[in-house]
T-cell receptor, first 114, second 112 residues
Framework: AQSVAQPEDQVNVAEGNPLTVKCTYSVSGNPYLFWYVQYPNRGLQFLLKYITGDNLVKGSYGFEAEFNKSQTSFHLKKPSALVSDSALYFC????????????FGRGTSLIVHP | DGGITQSPKYLFRKEGQNVTLSCEQNLNHDAMYWYRQDPGQGLRLIYY???????QKGDIAEGYSVSREKKESFPLTVTSAQKNPTAFYLCASLGRTTYGYTFGSGTRLTVV
């Protein structure tokens, strides 16, 4: 069975500082990994994905994520946080083959302080 | 623009009533999904459909029903058997050449 862990319910960071939102996963075979962002009372918006290739993936709004196979991690990062980045972030994983049903983490609330 | 439309945005239900949440997509995606979101619990899969006229139960299907008569539409009915229906409901779709979901903007259901 596949699973995703987002160990932090909340991450606090000052505007202008770098941010990291952590994600670890478990899946059989090669993983497809995703990050989504959710603003209050809205659906999830796709940020970035790792399918294959470079371990450092760049996505929307200046976000990037690093795939680390040995640590089974896919942490989301941004060099300089903005107050407008404050939102709920979800990591998701699904295997390369088989069902197309991803498993989502419980979400991490990112709060960027002015 | 292509996307997923969920309606209504807010829905109020009396005890014992069935209500239907609408989800329509114009992305030509084959697969569609319904998730329930509760605070601190992430997303839980209710039902999914990978082809017209076929659907499968997810992790929390009890008290819900769906239909998939058209590729574009995947309505969710919350029945009176669902004991705690107050939640935020999200519809998503997936195409054959895409890897990640496209989500609708959600419906917030409240029991009054």
């Amino acid at each position: 069975a596949q699973s995703v862990a987002q160990p932090e319910d909340q991450v606090n960071v000052a505007e202008g500082n770098p941010l990291t939102v952590k994600c670890t996963y478990s899946v059989s075979g090669n993983p497809y990994l995703f990050w989504y962002v959710q603003y209050p009372n809205r659906g999830l918006q796709f940020l970035l994905k790792y399918i294959t290739g470079d371990n450092l993936v760049k996505g929307s709004y200046g976000f990037e994520a690093e795939f680390n196979k040995s640590q089974t991690s896919f942490h989301l990062k941004k060099p300089s946080a903005l107050v407008s980045d404050s939102a709920l972030y979800f990591c998701a994983v699904r295997p390369e083959g088989g069902s197309y049903i991803p498993t989502f983490g419980r979400g991490t609330s990112l709060i960027v302080h002015p | 623009d292509g996307g997923i439309t969920q309606s209504p945005k807010y829905l109020f239900r009396k005890e014992g009533q069935n209500v239907t949440l609408s989800c329509e997509q114009n992305l030509n995606h084959d697969a569609m999904y319904w998730y329930r979101q509760d605070p601190g619990q992430g997303l839980r899969l209710i039902y999914y459909s990978q082809i017209v006229n076929d659907f499968q139960k997810g992790d929390i299907a009890e008290g819900y029903s769906v239909s998939r008569e058209k590729k574009e539409s995947f309505p969710l009915t919350v029945t009176s058997a669902q004991k705690n229906p107050t939640a935020f409901y999200l519809c998503a779709s997936l195409g054959r050449t895409t890897y990640g979901y496209t989500f609708g903007s959600g419906t917030r259901l409240t029991v009054v």
